[in-house]
T-cell receptor
Framework: DGGITQSPKYLFRKEGQNVTLSCEQNLNHDAMYWYRQDPGQGLRLIYYSQIVNDFQKGDIAEGYSVSREKKESFPLTVTSAQKNPTAFYLC???????????????FGPGTRLTVL | AQSVAQPEDQVNVAEGNPLTVKCTYSVSGNPYLFWYVQYPNRGLQFLLKYITGDNLVKGSYGFEAEFNKSQTSFHLKKPSALVSDSALYFCAVRDGSSASKIIFGSGTRLSIRP
């Protein structure tokens, strides 16, 4: 799983609660990503950030929020507005820039979130 | 718009036989193509990629993939399957000519029987 850590590995949330998933990388990568994985649907992009203090919505950003105050960290908050948050969440990072589009992404081990 | 398709949800192969996991793509510019593998409850691991050059790309764990521009395909192959190859495989594509995001396929579950 390279130099990316995610915590916790398992997370349980009650209805109406906000929870924050941690993602840290020591690869000195500029770009970081959050994906949601549901069975049979592959990976869907929630948010991504190409540089500190900047981030963009992905395909399914509603009910989620992020921050990018440090290059190494990209935490994801699952808010109570996300109606179906039970899923496996994956964080990734990559070198970014016009000459780096061919670089692969490095993934963390994931966090499995379950709503009780 | 770019897209990637993995037409098979599951592929079953006997140990020792060759395996193929299919992937087709659509991009308007030059395709950058990737294969990743995922073991249960783990993150994705990079296997190999095609950016330019030789159409046959070799990667980790004995896997290789062939880029076919006319058929817009990038099938993953291995000459002799191992039980330990059983996992979920994802194909991904990015348009190398623009600042677009990487797009992942829906995944193919590979099952190798002893």
């Amino acid at each position: 799983d390279g130099g990316i850590t995610q915590s916790p590995k398992y997370l349980f949330r009650k209805e109406g609660q906000n929870v924050t998933l941690s993602c840290e990388q020591n690869l000195n990568h500029d770009a970081m990503y959050w994906y949601r994985q549901d069975p049979g649907q592959g990976l869907r992009l929630i948010y991504y950030s190409q540089i500190v203090n900047d981030f963009q919505k992905g395909d399914i950003a509603e009910g989620y929020s992020v921050s990018r105050e440090k290059k190494e960290s990209f935490p994801l908050t699952v808010t109570s507005a996300q109606k179906n948050p039970t899923a496996f969440y994956l964080c990734a990072s990559s070198i970014e820039g016009a000459g780096a589009r061919g670089n692969e992404q490095f993934f963390g081990p994931g966090t499995r979130l379950t709503v009780l | 718009a770019q897209s990637v398709a993995q037409p098979e949800d599951q592929v079953n192969v006997a140990e020792g036989n060759p395996l193929t996991v299919k992937c087709t793509y659509s991009v308007s510019g030059n395709p950058y193509l990737f294969w990743y593998v995922q073991y249960p409850n783990r993150g994705l691991q990079f296997l190999l990629k095609y950016i330019t050059g030789d159409n046959l790309v070799k990667g980790s764990y004995g896997f290789e993939a062939e880029f076919n521009k006319s058929q817009t395909s990038f099938h993953l192959k291995k000459p002799s399957a191992l039980v330990s190859d059983s996992a979920l495989y994802f194909c991904a594509v990015r348009d190398g000519s623009s600042a677009s995001k990487i797009i992942f396929g829906s995944g193919t579950r590979l099952s190798i029987r002893p």
